[in-house]
């Protein structure tokens, strides 16, 4: 099993207490509010290197992706980042110090990690590195579920503490359970040595016959098949702690679990050490067949396929901050998500500041430091309406209008009604 | 409606508006290092590349090595010399005492013949009118040193004439032993009374005489030796230049369980060159022919061999050999007996045989005047047209005792020269220094750098075939000397490629 986190629904909804979502753990609504209805959807694209537009042009309606481009912004370890979750249904109904709740999440996520050197060979060819040996260490994470859950939050004085379990059911997955790969050039004739420890395990995204014969199915992202196999289950627990009226601390950690890939698992593994000296010509004497190096090469790395079942954990994600009513609708937040992506640690900080514009209107401006990018600067709002309530926020305002070509791109909206 | 409701509609608006967009990837500009070749090659793994189904390698203790080119193995068994001829007739025995028709070929004795198989039946006619006891012998058949001797019963049933035909007999493993091929029979007839008679009728029918051992003369007979020819590939790949074998044979090896002299005559041997030219192998040895060893008479079910050459010291192969031949006729006749001496005392059995292998042998003792070899191979390279320049890294070693000098020519599909790989055309490779015990100590790998630009990249984007021309010459040491070929020569031969493809 490995572990990998990112935050879900991003950083603004902390600060959003008033509204009811899963993920809050503890929702603070007015005491005449019974019941709520709810729902949510957000979406991530990250880097912690360049974006893709910033490796890329754009003719007409062609985006040409050249690797030259971005050579220069690479780090150690790249990662890039996607996510889609939609929140369908949130349900909460309030009594005096408890609050039930239960809802439905789809969750589509995409991880990809890679030193920089697999960027360089991609892009420059492995002349660079003749008598060398390199590690390309790809990892790739790609996930999508289902989740139903129900919890509770329970006050307890200045203190409320929260839980949901959750039943999941996986639509799709690939998981990296091994990454090793490490390619020498010789510098002798530029002889070839893989030496491979990987696994790919995948269910429904992967199929591999061969380095020119593999076939990703990422349709099956979405609403398909709920609930017929790939079952597992998780838990988040949250508190909230009230030093006083004014400020409140809180805390959680969600989504501890772990699904079990079941239907269709596969196992794709390559271990062992692997060298491609050329082609002997004797081989060749006398004989029609010409001599292919590129079917020597095909035959280099050995695949070997089987049938597997396997558990991938599901997303932890950690988050501690504070919140802090200045008065005349003003507040003040802070937070620290602590996340774990491959073998790279990440903290994204964020600071907010709300004010109510409006009885019907608050906006807010946050700035994160995340993934190794400085340029966040956010946005909320929510709207009211009666037993109405709306919900938005981007972490960086500016990727609202160039979504690929910032390293930060989110963007969550969401509603409530009250009754 | 409020201004702030309007700007959150504007944001909403802005937010849904992403083109779709397609997406590709630029081609990759960059330099890419690859391997080619890792071969050590060795004239055994020449040898035994070319696939030539009648070569045959062998290496000695020394590591030296020869080459056999075997020619097709001829065989005759005894049954082609000596076959059992068939019989299937009643031969009546007209008196007490009579010879019989013994049918051996003339010219020919038989001493002693050991039965395999044959069969007799007798059939009696009596006009007595009482029973008949008859004892019939043939005195030449013996056994342990007892003659063949049977004894039968008319048994008189009323009848004026009375017939009798025996049961089938199997005189298998009774021996004729007989001067002058005489065989004979007699018989007595005595009635119930006791009176000897002469009976109206004896006779006796054979299938056919079949011998498992024959002991005679068997007179001089001959019988053609299927023709064959032998190739020799050994000058496939010459282009130009001397290449002298010191030691090349025409080798015969005989087995021979036939207990008589066998002869083997020559009525041609001939020699084509790759060019078409014939020559007659000739020398004393080759008219006199190959006498066969063979068993003696106390060497029954022995086999004798013979292995002989016609070499330098007997024929003139060698001078017809070093004209690059390409293939050797022979064509030849077994003589048996072929002094036809009566006095010659021989045997065969039923498992008797002569088989012959020919070969043409080759040692490879040879003397090298800057022989140069050609090999062309097929090549596709489409793969790598996108490449802008390359570079060749190529590293060989030569464990030869004689210097190599290679070239690499590029050619299109009409075997047409687009250029030369090398720069200047060729690598010279020293050869490595020849040890007491015969290796070779090569010297440090040789590395030479080739880059492809300009004129070169079309050339080598347009080869389909690559010709390596390989010319051999003795060093400087031993200029006149011949060398033997030692499995553990060879070159060892590296190459790889970097290529670049920026600028496309």
């Given at each position: 099993m490995s572990l990998y986190s990112f935050a879900q629904e991003g950083i603004a909804y902390h600060f959003y207490p008033e509204i009811p979502q899963q993920n809050i753990i503890n929702s603070i609504v007015d005491s005449a509010t019974k019941f709520s209805v709810s729902g949510m959807g957000y979406t991530h694209l990250l880097s912690n290197t360049f974006s893709l537009g910033e490796t890329s042009t754009v003719s007409?309606?062609?985006?040409?992706?050249?690797?030259?481009?971005?050579?220069?912004?690479?780090?150690?370890?790249?990662?890039?980042?996607?996510?889609?979750?939609?929140?369908?249904?949130?349900?909460?109904?309030?009594?005096?110090?408890?609050?039930?709740?239960?809802?439905?999440?789809?969750?589509?996520?995409?991880?990809?990690?890679?030193?920089?050197?697999?960027?360089?060979?991609?892009?420059?060819?492995?002349?660079?590195?003749?008598?060398?040996?390199?590690?390309?260490?790809?990892?790739?994470?790609?996930?999508?579920?289902?989740?139903?859950?129900?919890?509770?939050?329970?006050?307890?004085?200045?203190?409320?503490?929260?839980?949901?379990?959750?039943?999941?059911?996986?639509?799709?997955?690939?998981?990296?359970?091994?990454?090793?790969?490490?390619?020498?050039?010789?510098?002798?004739?530029?002889?070839?040595?893989?030496?491979?420890?990987?696994?790919?395990?995948?269910?429904?995204?992967?199929?591999?016959?061969?380095?020119?014969?593999?076939?990703?199915?990422?349709?099956?992202?979405?609403?398909?098949?709920?609930?017929?196999?790939?079952?597992?289950?998780?838990?988040?627990?949250?508190?909230?702690?009230?030093?006083?009226?004014?400020?409140?601390?809180?805390?959680?950690?969600?989504?501890?679990?772990?699904?079990?890939?079941?239907?269709?698992?596969?196992?794709?593994?390559?271990?062992?050490?692997?060298?491609?000296?050329?082609?002997?010509?004797?081989?060749?004497?006398?004989?029609?067949?010409?001599?292919?190096?590129?079917?020597?090469?095909?035959?280099?790395?050995?695949?070997?396929?089987?049938?597997?079942?396997?558990?991938?954990?599901?997303?932890?994600?950690?988050?501690?901050?504070?919140?802090?009513?200045?008065?005349?609708?003003?507040?003040?937040?802070?937070?620290?998500?602590?996340?774990?992506?491959?073998?790279?640690?990440?903290?994204?900080?964020?600071?907010?500041?709300?004010?109510?514009?409006?009885?019907?209107?608050?906006?807010?401006?946050?700035?994160?430091?995340?993934?190794?990018?400085?340029?966040?600067?956010?946005?909320?709002?929510?709207?009211?309406?009666?037993?109405?309530?709306?919900?938005?926020?981007?972490?960086?305002?500016?990727?609202?209008?160039?979504?690929?070509?910032?390293?930060?791109?989110?963007?969550?909206?969401?509603?409530?009604?009250?009754? | 409606m409020s201004k702030s409701f309007i700007l959150l509609i504007v944001i909403l608006v802005c937010f849904s508006c992403v083109p779709e967009e397609k997406y590709k990837l630029a081609d990759i500009d960059g330099e890419f290092a690859i391997a080619l070749v890792d071969s050590d090659i060795t004239i055994v793994d020449l040898a035994e590349a070319s696939e030539q189904e009648n070569l045959e390698i062998r290496v000695d203790e020394e590591d030296r090595i020869t080459l056999f080119y075997k020619g097709d193995v001829v065989e005759q068994v005894s049954t082609q010399i000596f076959p059992p001829f068939p019989y299937g007739l009643y031969t009546d025995i007209t008196e007490n005492f009579s010879p019989i028709d013994f049918p051996v070929p003339e010219g020919r004795t038989v001493d002693i013949a050991v039965f395999d198989g044959t069969k007799l039946v007798f059939e009696f006619e009596s006009s007595f009118l009482q029973d008949v006891n008859v004892s019939l012998e043939f005195p030449e058949i013996k056994k342990d040193g007892e003659t063949w001797k049977m004894d039968f019963f008319i048994d008189y049933q009323g009848e004026p004439n009375t017939f009798y035909r025996s049961d089938t007999i199997d005189i298998t493993d009774w021996a004729i032993n007989t001067e002058d091929n005489f065989l004979s029979s007699n018989y007595t007839a005595i009635l119930e009374d006791g009176t000897s008679v002469t009976l109206d009728r004896v006779a006796f029918w054979l299938d056919f005489f079949d011998f498992d051992y024959v002991q005679g003369f068997f007179g001089g007979s001959s019988a053609p030796l299927v023709g064959d020819v032998i190739t020799i590939d050994v000058f496939n790949k010459w282009l130009s230049g001397g290449l002298t074998f010191d030691d090349p044979k025409f080798n015969f090896q005989v087995e021979n369980s036939f207990g008589f002299p066998v002869r083997m005559l020559v009525n041609e041997i001939v020699i084509t060159t790759i060019s078409g030219n014939q020559f007659q192998l000739e020398g004393e040895a080759v008219d006199e022919g190959v006498a066969f060893n063979f068993p003696s008479l106390d060497e029954v079910g022995e086999i004798a061999?013979?292995?002989?050459?016609?070499?330098?010291?007997?024929?003139?192969?060698?001078?017809?050999?070093?004209?690059?031949?390409?293939?050797?006729?022979?064509?030849?006749?077994?003589?048996?007996?072929?002094?036809?001496?009566?006095?010659?005392?021989?045997?065969?059995?039923?498992?008797?045989?002569?088989?012959?292998?020919?070969?043409?042998?080759?040692?490879?003792?040879?003397?090298?005047?800057?022989?140069?070899?050609?090999?062309?191979?097929?090549?596709?390279?489409?793969?790598?047209?996108?490449?802008?320049?390359?570079?060749?890294?190529?590293?060989?070693?030569?464990?030869?005792?004689?210097?190599?000098?290679?070239?690499?020519?590029?050619?299109?599909?009409?075997?047409?020269?687009?250029?030369?790989?090398?720069?200047?055309?060729?690598?010279?490779?020293?050869?490595?220094?020849?040890?007491?015990?015969?290796?070779?100590?090569?010297?440090?790998?040789?590395?030479?750098?080739?880059?492809?630009?300009?004129?070169?990249?079309?050339?080598?984007?347009?080869?389909?075939?690559?010709?390596?021309?390989?010319?051999?010459?003795?060093?400087?040491?031993?200029?006149?000397?011949?060398?033997?070929?030692?499995s553990s020569y060879g070159i060892d031969f590296k190459l790889g490629i970097k290529v670049n493809n920026e600028g496309n």
């Open positions: 007409g309606n062609e985006r040409l992706i050249d690797l030259d481009l971005a050579k220069d912004k690479l780090k150690d370890i790249n990662m890039q980042e996607f996510s889609a979750e939609l929140n369908v249904l949130h349900l909460e109904y309030y009594l005096k110090n408890l609050v039930l709740k239960a809802g439905y999440n789809q969750k589509n996520l995409a991880q990809v990690s890679y030193p920089k050197e697999l960027y360089q060979l991609m892009a420059d060819g492995n002349a660079q590195f003749i008598g060398q040996t390199v590690s390309l260490n790809p990892t790739a994470e790609i996930s999508s579920y289902h989740e139903l859950y129900g919890g509770f939050s329970w006050q307890m004085g200045k203190l409320r503490v929260g839980a949901n379990l959750k039943f999941i059911s996986g639509i799709a997955n690939l998981h990296t359970e091994r990454n090793a790969i490490a390619l020498t050039t010789s510098d002798e004739i530029y002889q070839l040595e893989f030496v491979t420890d990987y696994e790919v395990q995948t269910s429904g995204i992967l199929d591999y016959n061969s380095y020119d014969d593999v076939l990703l199915e990422f349709n099956r992202a979405g609403f398909n098949s709920p609930f017929i196999g790939n079952y597992g289950y998780g838990i988040d627990l949250g508190l909230d702690y009230f030093i006083s009226k004014e400020t409140r601390l809180f805390a959680s950690v969600q989504n501890i679990g772990s699904i079990k890939w079941d239907l269709r698992g596969t196992s794709y593994k390559s271990n062992g050490t692997f060298n491609y000296n050329g082609i002997d010509i004797i081989d060749y004497i006398g004989i029609v067949d010409e001599p292919s190096f590129r079917d020597s090469l095909e035959a280099l790395l050995q695949v070997e396929e089987t049938d597997l079942d396997y558990n991938v954990a599901t997303p932890v994600s950690l988050i501690a901050g504070f919140q802090h009513d200045l008065g005349n609708g003003l507040d003040f937040g802070a937070l620290i998500n602590a996340r774990r992506i491959s073998d790279v640690l990440d903290n994204a900080v964020a600071v907010n500041l709300r004010k109510e514009i409006k009885p019907w209107l608050t906006l807010g401006a946050s700035y994160t430091n995340r993934f190794g990018t400085y340029d966040n600067i956010g946005l909320s709002a929510m709207v009211e309406y009666r037993i109405f309530r709306a919900f938005i926020s981007t972490e960086n305002v500016l990727s609202v209008y160039d979504p690929l070509g910032k390293r930060n791109f989110s963007v969550s909206a969401g509603g409530s009604i009250r009754l | 061999l013979t292995d002989f050459n016609y070499d330098n010291s007997n024929t003139n192969i060698g001078e017809l050999f070093n004209e690059k031949a390409a293939s050797v006729f022979y064509d030849v006749i077994g003589v048996a007996n072929s002094e036809s001496d009566p006095m010659v005392i021989g045997f065969l059995t039923d498992d008797s045989y002569y088989k012959i292998k020919v070969a043409v042998e080759l040692p490879l003792l040879c003397k090298l005047n800057d022989l140069k070899l050609t090999d062309t191979f097929d090549i596709d390279l489409t793969e790598f047209d996108d490449f802008k320049s390359a570079e060749f890294k190529m590293i060989t070693q030569n464990s030869f005792p004689f210097n190599v000098e290679l070239e690499i020519d590029m050619l299109d599909d009409n075997g047409n020269t687009l250029a030369k790989l090398l720069p200047d055309g060729s690598v010279f490779l020293t050869s490595g220094n020849l040890r007491a015990d015969g290796g070779v100590d090569p010297l440090d790998p040789l590395t030479t750098l080739v880059p492809i630009e300009d004129d070169l990249v079309d050339a080598v984007k347009n080869t389909k075939k690559i010709a390596v021309i390989s010319t051999f010459s003795n060093s400087e040491i031993a200029p006149d000397e011949s060398f033997w070929i030692r």
